[in-house]
């Protein structure tokens, strides 16, 4: 693993506390404000009545406010380039086409299940009632809108920062058990604006908390092991979207509870991960 992380961070440069520690402050900012726009009813509805959908909404205004910030401030203030915080745009294709192949083994998966349990499957009929241009659109807005955004965040950023940091002054096993907790603790708290504007109790709180961390360990691995970010967020998109109430499973029926969602992604990619350089010679 230390190989793997000294490899990995090899040509990705250190910047100063104070560009991580602000970025972040921004960061928490735009999260509760967006998190707060979507809670205000009176907002939203203007929003929604003018982009016409929520999936509208995320990639024409929020997604591209998410980028001009991480573009503004780490590429431009923080004089860092793409490659730094993990876009290595050589590896987007192949990161989308493994997570592409993920996406059919999950429908598979929940095929056999299907017919196992029923004897039979129906098409999911809002692929055919909405189309799947439609359904496109609302992975695209999970992808864009969310997932690449905490990846590039938390992994991309984050991650090898704070590996730099802990390197200084540890060994560099020490070093990486430290960068994963926090930057997993970092992952989970950003999450409690969302929790408190939901008026969830504590108890909802502590265990969002908690599935955040542990989900958020399978990404830091995906990452890791794929060297590739973008399949890390294609990942975590599918388990955002396919454990949403919007449906887009490719079969009706599924269920979109959120760990048996994350145990069909883990059953999936562990071969794909397991596969020494698989990913690597892709990209």
Not at 44 to 65: H, K, N
Not at 81 to 99: E, F, K, M, Q, Y
Not at 119 to 148: C, H, Q, R
Request: charged share 10%; proline share 2%.
């Amino acid at each position: 693993m230390v190989k793997r992380l000294n490899h990995l961070f090899t040509e990705i440069r250190e910047t100063r506390w104070t560009i991580i520690i602000s970025f972040y402050l921004f960061y928490g900012f735009i999260v509760s404000a967006i998190n707060f726009t979507f809670s205000n009813n009176n907002i939203r509805d203007v929003l929604l009545e003018f982009f016409g959908s929520r999936q509208a909404l995320i990639l024409v205004l929020f997604a591209p406010l998410f980028y001009l910030f991480f573009s503004g401030f780490l590429l431009a203030i923080g004089k860092l380039h793409a490659s730094d915080i993990g876009l290595v745009w050589s590896r987007l294709l192949p990161g989308l086409a493994i997570t592409l192949l993920v996406w059919v083994f999950v429908q598979l998966i929940e095929m056999i299940v299907g017919l196992t349990l029923t004897g039979s499957v129906k098409i999911n009929p809002k692929w055919v009632a909405s189309g799947s241009l439609d359904i496109l659109i609302i992975y695209t807005s999970f992808y864009i809108g969310n997932a690449l955004v905490e990846e590039v965040a938390f992994r991309g950023f984050l991650l090898p920062q704070l590996y730099f940091k802990f390197k200084n002054n540890s060994k560099p096993q020490q070093a990486i058990t430290f960068a994963v907790f926090v930057s997993l603790l970092m992952f989970s708290l950003y999450h409690i604006p969302n929790y408190i504007i939901r008026g969830l109790s504590i108890g909802s709180m502590l265990l969002g908390l908690f599935t955040s961390i542990y989900t958020g360990l399978f990404y830091t691995l995906i990452y890791l092991r794929s060297k590739n970010l973008f399949f890390a967020a294609g990942v975590h998109s599918l388990a955002n979207a396919l454990a949403s109430d919007i449906q887009t499973h490719l079969f009706a029926g599924s269920t979109n509870n959120e760990t048996i969602v994350l145990f069909e992604l883990i059953i999936v990619t562990a071969p794909i991960l397991m596969k020494k350089g698989y990913l690597t010679r892709a990209c």
